[in-house]
Antibody, heavy 117, light 114 residues
């Protein structure tokens, strides 16, 4: 059974940093591209980053480019999102999602990031 | 960038009755490879999104056959033939385009029981 479990969400002050993790199981992790997608009440679902199965290529949404860094450790079946220079508008639930041939076929439960002073 | 517009935003439905959700894109979703990557996600209350339909009309494994998808070009529809209580939630259309901005979501349609 495919499972994706996010962790690392927290309350952080504007300008601060946070690192999210996504632990994968039930499939050959290195064979799949992975993504981070976030959800806010106001903007709905927003794709924010992609990483290929071998660690490349990497893409970011304009809203996070230069501030967020996606990475993965295939030996540990884990996906990461380093979030720096956080802003109030980054407040959201962050999901990791598997990419199967351009379909986001499995999603984690999500982890809540709150940026507030 | 492609804009995905769903209607209605809210759909109160009687149990056992059909429901229909429309998703319209600002430009054709047919990619140069000849494939239209238009999918539907279901998000039940308190749950993450779940893939229901992919490539317009294909049900993801485990999805009941009361769900069906159709459409082409810029107009797509998700239909629930007979709404059940477990179908309550928000439904999103999602389009996969090319990099560097691969996925675009509709704003969501809330299905609730009357």
């Amino acid at each position: 059974e495919v499972q994706l479990v996010e962790s690392g969400g927290d309350l952080v002050q504007p300008g601060g940093s946070l690192r999210l993790s996504c632990a994968a199981s039930g499939f050959t992790f290195s064979s799949y591209s992975m993504n981070w997608v976030r959800q806010t009440p106001g903007k709905g679902l927003e794709w924010i980053s992609y990483i290929g199965g071998g660690g490349h290529p990497i893409y970011y949404a304009d809203s996070v480019k230069g501030r967020f860094t996606i990475s993965r450790d295939n030996a540990k079946n884990s996906l990461f999102l380093q979030m720096d220079s956080l802003r109030a508008e980054d407040t959201a639930v962050y999901f990791c999602a598997r990419d199967f041939s351009w379909e986001l076929d499995y999603w984690g439960q999500g982890t809540l990031v709150t940026v507030s002073s | 960038d492609v804009v995905m517009t769903q209607t209605p935003l809210s759909s109160p439905v009687t149990l056992g009755q059909p429901a229909s959700i429309s998703c319209r894109s600002s430009q054709s979703l047919l990619r140069s490879d000849g494939i239209t990557y238009l999918s539907w996600l279901q998000q039940r209350p308190g749950q993450p999104p779940r893939l229901l339909i992919y490539k317009i009309s294909n049900r993801f494994p485990g999805v009941p056959d009361r769900f069906s998808g159709s459409g082409a070009g810029t107009d797509f529809t998700l239909k629930i033939s007979r709404v059940e209580a477990e179908d309550v939630g928000v439904y999103y259309c999602i389009h996969a385009t090319q990099f560097p901005h691969p996925w675009t979501f509709g704003q969501g349609t809330k299905v609730e029981i009357k």
